[in-house]
């Protein structure tokens, strides 16, 4: 079965670093997104990219964070200067079409650790 | 802002008993999608529900979409220990999905 790919799984940073998320999104999907999950909270919307540009982005998503699909397999999230209220779980989705109706397919995530 | 609510935080049942988690939105949800996710795994979508009364059932579980469409359930049938998990449910609004704030299922053998 397809997979979105997601690496590094854990990320160590120091605070005002920048890093770099990197995902591989399913081959045939159209749409992509970032989320977020603090250690035992919900899933929270960090932004939506299609056509190779974002679609929609929530209040989270600031200047600090922007993506970017630099070739036709790669989806990348970075983070300029990192804050310590940035460690999370970071996960990338993809799907076929923007309202499912197969759902988003989910990476495994990589933890970031800001210290 | 658009806030999707579940409840309960937290629900413990005995193996064999059953399980329902309830999903309420703020505002009406075009459609609604429900993931589970393990303990330290990634959400892995279940289900979506399009229509307004909707109700879905896969092996154990069952799904509904209310009339309204700003609540839906998941109520899972004689809990097995493989049900263990978060379940989320997931509201399309606007132009994206809203993930609810979860329920935590622990199944006790």
């Known amino acids: 079965e397809p997979e979105v790919t997601q690496t590094p799984s854990h990320q160590v940073t120091q605070m005002g670093q920048e890093v770099i998320l990197r995902c591989v999104p399913i081959s045939n999907h159209l749409y992509f997104y970032w989320y977020r999950q603090i250690l035992g909270q919900k899933v929270e919307f960090l932004v939506s990219f299609y056509n190779n540009e974002i679609s929609e982005k929530s209040e989270i998503f600031d200047d600090q964070f922007s993506v970017e699909r630099p070739d036709g397999s790669n989806f990348t999230l970075k983070i300029r200067s990192t804050k310590l209220e940035d460690s999370a779980m970071y996960f990338c989705?993809?799907?076929?079409?923007?309202?499912?109706?197969?759902?988003?397919?989910f990476g495994s995530g990589t933890r970031l650790t800001v210290v | 802002g658009q806030q999707v609510m579940q409840i309960p935080q937290y629900q413990h049942v005995q193996e064999g008993e059953d399980f329902t988690t309830y999903c309420n939105s703020s505002?009406?949800?075009?459609?609604i999608q429900w993931y589970k996710q393990r303990p330290g795994g990634h959400p892995v979508f279940l289900i979506q529900?399009?229509?307004?009364?909707e109700v879905k059932k896969q092996k154990r579980l069952t799904f509904q979409f209310g009339e309204a469409k700003k609540n839906s359930s998941l109520h899972i049938t004689a809990t097995q220990t493989t049900d263990v998990g978060t379940y989320f449910c997931a509201g399309f609004t606007g132009n994206q999905f809203y993930f609810g704030t979860g329920t935590s299922l622990t199944v006790i053998p």
């Open positions: 529900l399009v229509k307004s009364g």
């Open positions: 505002t009406t949800l075009s459609n």
């Open positions: 989705a993809s799907s076929g079409t923007g309202k499912g109706p197969y759902g988003y397919t």
